[in-house]
Nanobody, 129 residues
Framework: QLQLVESGGGLVQPGGSLTLSCAAS????????IGWFRQAPGKEREGVSC????????YYADSVKGRFTISRDNAKNTVYLQINSLKPEDTAVYYC??????????????????????WGQGTRVTVSS
């Protein structure tokens, strides 16, 4: 069974940092693009970042560019999202999801994050003083 598990969320003050992890079980991440999404209270889910499987190409939404860094460690079967300079508007539940088809992967690195599956349960990030 393909499963992704997010961790690393928490309560942090504005300007702080967190590292979110997305660990896979039941499959190897080597051939999958991984997308990070978030859903803030009362808002629709949005894709914030993704990383391809082939060459490690990445995408960041404008709202997080320069503050978020996505990376993958295939040996640990884990993808990370380093979040710096946190803002209250970053408060959300963060999810990771996987995509195998190369067409989906190509789309994600150009900003269209759709066609992802094997969603994790999410990890909550709260930015508040």
């Amino acid at each position: 069974q393909l499963q992704l598990v997010e961790s690393g969320g928490g309560l942090v003050q504005p300007g702080g940092s967190l590292t979110l992890s997305c660990a896979a079980s039941g499959f190897t991440l080597d051939y999958y693009a991984i997308g990070w999404f978030r859903q803030a209270p009362g808002k629709e889910r949005e894709g914030v970042s993704c990383i391809s499987s082939s060459d490690g190409s990445t995408y960041y939404a404008d709202s997080v560019k320069g503050r978020f860094t996505i990376s993958r460690d295939n040996a640990k079967n884990t993808v990370y999202l380093q979040i710096n300079s946190l803002k209250p508007e970053d408060t959300a539940v963060y999810y990771c999801a996987a995509a195998l088809p190369l067409t989906v992967q190509a789309m994600c690195v150009t900003g269209t994050l759709s066609g992802f599956g094997s969603w994790g349960q999410g990890t909550r990030v709260t930015v508040s003083s």
